[in-house]
């Protein structure tokens, strides 16, 4: 079978976002401020969750099945919103496909290189994501003259997945992970998992505020923007009236995420759909 793009997308096809759970909302969110006239369909792959703790292999095959079914969907363009799926998958995608395809590394990195002032950046993201390297390589090829201090967070997921936002748990777990990027005087956290950005206000305590939180989200809905209009895709009507702008699909619990999704983004999610994802 081949999932070639045959013609030119249309201005009116959605935009595919994928993660491995709920953390790519963190995403859906910024793309919906920034480009509110776009169609989004999501899939969170909640049967699955973590990805962080698995093999490139094995995200890698995870993530070819949720291209192909996003493509099921005639979609123009889609966003890794998984820092582990972009560090492992992103190049093996691009290869299965002519969509145009953004990670959330690159524009993560980009803004932890301009803003530094000490050259200090912190990363804080899965086991694979740090195992990679790609937030260093990224952020050298862009400033030579920083150090980048990685520190897996595994088990930030889980809590996230869990709902527990503002526990004590999650703080206790958090004072721990963040102890030697304090020591070490970083000025910069990257943020380097989608779904850290649902417990910011916990680590900007815990880290002290002369740290800049980076949460790529907001420039990788930036960059995409940037695209879409060079590409002349971009969607400039809003909507017709009844269409359903913003889908939602994950590979189990559907009604959990409904619940996840409403208190992420305050459009008012009208469903989440539960779909065999290993068909694709
Ligand atoms: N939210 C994802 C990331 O950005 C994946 C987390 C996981 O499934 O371990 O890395």
Redesign the pocket.
Known sequence: MSHEYSSMPHKDAPIGVF???V??LTVVREIMRQIPNEKIVYFGDTAR?????KSKDTVTRFSRQILRFLQTHQVKTIVVA???ASAYALEELEKDTDIPIIG?VKPGAKVAAEVTRNGKIGVI??EA?IGSQIYTQYIKQLNKNVTIYGKACPLF?PLVEEGLWQDPVTDEIAKRYLSELIDIDIDTLILG???YPLIRSTLGRIIGENVTLVNPAYETARELKEMLGNKGILNEEPPALGANQYRFYVSDGAEKFKHFANSIIKYGILSAKTINIEQY
């Open positions: 993660d491995s759970g953390g790519g969750v973590p990805y962080g703790s998984c820092n582990t959330v993201a899965t994501t997921v998992c989608t779904h």
